[in-house]
Nanobody
Framework: QVQLVESGGGLVQAGGSLRLSCAAS????????MGWFRRAPGKEREFVAT????????RYADSVKGRFTISRDNAKNAVYLQMNSLKPEDTAVYYC??????????????????WGQGTQVTVSS
């Protein structure tokens, strides 16, 4: 079992920055790839970013590429999402998720078997 708890969400003006954190507890965090997803009001949950178990490989949705950075600290059992140049369309509940280290691309929410409760990010124009 893996428990995930997100933090760091809030209200920010367009052009601003936020850093989301996801604290993990449970078994073998360093053996799991991690991802961030988001769900905007009235929309489906969508992929934001993923990072490999060792942190060497990252992938991003086109909508956030160049603005968001995913990272992890396996010594602290944590994964982060640095969000810069925020736009109103980034407003959503952001979720941290964990998946096995191999066997999937990480782009689909079906690849993940553990989820956090989410943290709200609101970007005002």
């Amino acid at each position: 079992q893996v428990q995930l708890v997100e933090s760091g969400g809030g209200l920010v003006q367009a052009g601003g920055s936020l850093r989301l954190s996801c604290a993990a507890s449970g078994r073998a965090f360093s053996n799991r790839a991690m991802g961030w997803f988001r769900r905007a009001p009235g929309k489906e949950r969508e992929f934001v970013a993923t990072i490999s178990s060792g942190g060497a490989t990252t992938r991003y949705a086109d909508s956030v590429k160049g603005r968001f950075t995913i990272s992890r600290d396996n010594a602290k059992n944590a994964v982060y999402l640095q969000m810069n140049s925020l736009k109103p369309e980034d407003t959503a509940v952001y979720y941290c998720a964990a998946r096995p280290p191999y066997g999937s691309s990480g782009y689909s929410d079906k690849d993940y078997n553990y989820w956090g409760q989410g943290t709200q990010v609101t970007v005002s124009s």
